[in-house]
């Protein structure tokens, strides 16, 4: 994974709550196991129209919406089934973060296993966030090393992540990285069991 410190980034605003898995990536869509090309099937039911053309009245088709790394949400983002094609699709888009007052917990998992930062924020925080990127181009800024989010206007507010993730993303380690950081002493362990064995 990429190592994550701090980035400025485009928001784009969804003021919707219980957003499920089943909505970020439509289950007709989960025949690959690679983990790149589900971007373009990201919100697909709701940035499409029935015969295929853009739904211009969807929030992420909106101009000032392209080129957008942040993602504020509304409460309970990532309901729904576990499927781990959710945060590929997310990541593929673009999104780096996501801000909401709450994830549910298999999601924010799957998103932090990902290299995606799921930022959990007051509601009020986040209605705020959510109303100045609501139709107009906004920036915000993320420190991982920090655990700030802030912007040019004097928002600024503060996040906890745990130890273990925190320490993930700025290595940009994955779980099976982890484990080759303690390679030497796996394979002392082994050399001494594989010579006990002979």
Not at 26 to 36: A, N, S, V, Y
Not at 145 to 165: C, L, R, T
Request: proline share 4%.
């Amino acid at each position: 994974m990429t190592r994550f410190t701090e980035m400025k980034g485009k928001v784009a605003a969804m003021d919707r709550t219980n957003v499920d898995t089943d909505q970020i990536i439509p289950k007709q869509f989960l025949k690959k196991i690679e983990k790149t090309g589900f971007g373009q099937y990201l919100f697909y039911d709701w940035r499409y129209k029935t015969n295929g053309e853009l739904n211009e009245e969807f929030e992420l088709n909106h101009p000032d919406n392209e080129g957008t790394s942040i993602l504020i949400a509304n409460e309970n983002f990532g309901c729904g089934s576990s499927r781990e094609h959710a945060p590929w699709a997310l990541l593929d888009y673009g999104f780096k973060v996501l801000i909401a007052p709450s994830f549910a917990d298999i999601f924010k998992q799957n998103c932090l296993k990902n290299g995606i930062l799921p930022i959990v924020l007051p509601e009020e925080d986040v209605t705020y966030l959510l109303t100045k990127a609501s139709g107009q181009q906004y920036e915000l800024n993320v420190s991982l090393e920090q655990k700030m989010v802030y912007d040019n206007e004097g928002f600024n507010a503060s996040f906890d992540i745990s130890p273990y993730w925190y320490n993930m993303l700025l290595n940009g380690w994955d779980e099976i990285e982890l484990t080759l950081q303690l390679e030497d002493s796996i394979r002392e362990y082994e050399n001494k069991h594989i010579d006990k064995a002979i």
